[in-house]
């Protein structure tokens, strides 16, 4: 079992930045991909970005490439996502995911393990 405890979101206008904090507990951390998804009001969960087991290797949707960081410090059992240039349309529940595997995924129901989610709000 591994217990995911999200932080860092809140209010920032637009333009402005984040950091998101994932703290893991429980079985090893690094044996574990980390994906970051979000859902707004009405919208299907999407997702935002992941990371391997070792760090190496990362993915991004399109919306949020070039904008979002996505990284991890397995002595800290801990994954961030920094989010910079912040829109609007970022505004929703962010949640980290736990994939046991080394290979991530952007599909929500292959991770087996979530958070509560924090809260993001972009105004304009």
């Known amino acids: 079992q591994v217990q995911l405890v999200e932080s860092g979101g809140g209010l920032v206008q637009a333009g402005g930045s984040l950091r998101l904090s994932c703290a893991a507990s429980g079985r090893t951390f690094s044996s574990y991909a980390v994906g970051w998804f979000r859902q707004a009001p009405g919208k299907e969960r999407e997702f935002v970005a992941a990371?391997?087991?070792?760090?190496?290797?990362?993915a991004y949707s399109d919306s949020v490439k070039g904008r979002f960081t996505i990284s991890r410090d397995n002595a800290k059992n801990t994954a961030y996502l920094q989010m910079n240039s912040l829109k609007p349309e970022d505004t929703a529940v962010y949640y980290c995911a736990a994939r046991f595997s080394n290979r991530y995924s952007s599909i929500w129901s292959e991770y087996d393990y979530w958070g509560q989610g924090t809260q993001v709000t972009v105004s304009s």
């Open positions: 990371i391997r087991w070792s760090g190496g290797s990362t």
